[in-house]
């Protein structure tokens, strides 16, 4: 079965840091370009994060740069976005997802939706103190 299984989330405090994870099952994450997603209650789904097939190139949105980091690991077919500096503004429920890219050092787009083939089931992060 095709999958993309979110882990992390929860509820941290103002300034500290969480880690979230995202597994594929079924396919190999070389073969696609992953994005991070949020949203938060009542807006519109965020893009704030993407990596290419090979993990070389990696870009972060202007609201979390700076503050985040997302990796590839091949070993384990996992990708990870780790968050330092949290704040209120950064609750929202995340969620992974999967973009198939013939170009290995090709980012996908955080401004659209349409170009992922699979989400991951998302995972809640609260920012409050």
């Known amino acids: 079965q095709v999958q993309l299984v979110q882990f992390g989330g929860g509820l941290v405090q103002p300034g500290g840091t969480l880690r979230l994870s995202c597994s594929a099952s079924?396919?190999?994450?070389?073969?696609?370009?992953i994005g991070w997603f949020r949203q938060a209650p009542g807006k519109e789904r965020e893009g704030i994060s993407c990596i290419s097939r090979s993990g070389e190139a990696s870009a972060l949105s202007d609201s979390v740069k700076g503050r985040f980091t997302m990796t590839k690991e091949f070993g384990r077919n996992m990708v990870y976005l780790e968050m330092n500096s949290l704040n209120a503004d950064d609750t929202a429920v995340y969620y992974c997802a999967a973009s198939p890219r013939s170009d290995w050092r090709a980012l996908p787009p955080l401004t659209s939706t349409r170009e992922y083939d699979y989400w991951g089931q998302g995972a809640q992060v609260t920012v409050s103190s």
């Open positions: 079924g396919f190999n994450l070389d073969k696609y370009a």
